[in-house]
């Protein structure tokens, strides 16, 4: 679906150039990508490694690495610079939160898929195919909520519908 989907977007989707964009941080994007995993890589594979004391030294270097990071995004933001992550977001109270909507939903939404999969192959001695069938109606229904978004947000608002769907 996914090679589809890209093969399709060439045709159809058009770039839209403006004359004042700017280029991508590479910097930003280099030392971010080390930063996270210096964090990520000791965290996934630790237990299989045996916890090697490098793994630490990893997970301890990330802090610095990800507060050089914060350092560099902040100095290039008062170059007038085109940052990697605008950190001025942060000082929003509706993006941080959210941002902490979208970790609890999305921890939480995780936790679910990988613990409700391992119940159904383990528990109840379902076939992988069959315990990822099992969650085609939930696909199925978050498209359609997909579809219903649009035709609800003019009726209640879209502060509303954000929060009725989070509640749910």
Request: hydrophobic residues 55%; glycine residues 10%.
């Amino acid at each position: 679906v996914g090679v589809l989907t890209l093969l399709a977007s060439i045709p159809l989707v058009r770039e839209l150039a403006q004359p004042s964009a700017r280029s991508l941080d590479l910097i930003g994007v280099g030392i971010l990508t080390v930063g996270l995993f210096l964090l990520a890589y000791p965290l996934i594979e630790g237990h299989d490694l045996g916890w090697p004391l490098w793994i630490f030294l990893a997970l301890l270097l990330s802090v610095p690495v990800l507060a050089l990071f914060v350092f560099y995004d902040h100095r290039l933001t008062r170059q007038g610079g085109s940052p990697l992550v605008p950190l001025a977001l942060f000082r929003q109270r509706n993006f941080v939160l959210g941002m902490l909507t979208a970790l609890v939903f999305y921890s939480a939404n995780g936790a679910l898929f990988f613990t409700l999969a391992l119940y159904l192959q383990f528990g109840l001695g379902f076939s992988p195919l069959v315990a990822g069938l099992t969650y085609l109606p939930m696909g199925l229904g978050f498209f359609f909520a997909s579809l219903l978004v649009p035709r609800v947000v003019p009726l209640i608002g879209g502060k509303c519908v954000l929060r009725s769907g989070a509640l749910v």
